[in-house]
Nanobody, 118 residues
Framework: QVQLLESGGGLVQAGGSLRLSCAAS????????MGWFRQAPGKEREFVSI????????HYAESVKGRFTVSRDNAKNTVYLQMNSLKPEDTAVYYC???????????WGQGTQVTVSS
């Protein structure tokens, strides 16, 4: 069992930066790929980024590639999402997730709101 708690969301102006953190509880954190998803008002939840259990392999949605960076610290049971050059269209609730792949998520966090003003 893995429990996930996101933090770091907030209000930022366009062009600004935020860093999201996701703290995981449970002994098996390092076994899982860790992902970030987001859901904007009136839209379906969408994939943002994922990082493999070893922290080496990463994958990003085209809409955030070059602006967002995912990383993890298995010693701290924490995964991060550094978001730079934020745009109003990045406004959404951001969810941390743990699983075997982006299409096989086992656990979800409760989400943290990110609002980017123009």
């Amino acid at each position: 069992q893995v429990q996930l708690l996101e933090s770091g969301g907030g209000l930022v102006q366009a062009g600004g930066s935020l860093r999201l953190s996701c703290a995981a509880s449970g002994r098996t954190f390092s076994n899982y790929a860790m992902g970030w998803f987001r859901q904007a008002p009136g839209k379906e939840r969408e994939f943002v980024s994922i990082i493999a259990w070893n922290g080496i392999n990463t994958h990003y949605a085209e809409s955030v590639k070059g602006r967002f960076t995912v990383s993890r610290d298995n010693a701290k049971n924490t995964v991060y999402l550094q978001m730079n050059s934020l745009k109003p269209e990045d406004t959404a609730v951001y969810y941390c997730a743990a699983g075997w792949s982006a299409s096989s998520i086992q656990y979800w966090g409760q989400g943290t709101q990110v609002t980017v003003s123009s």
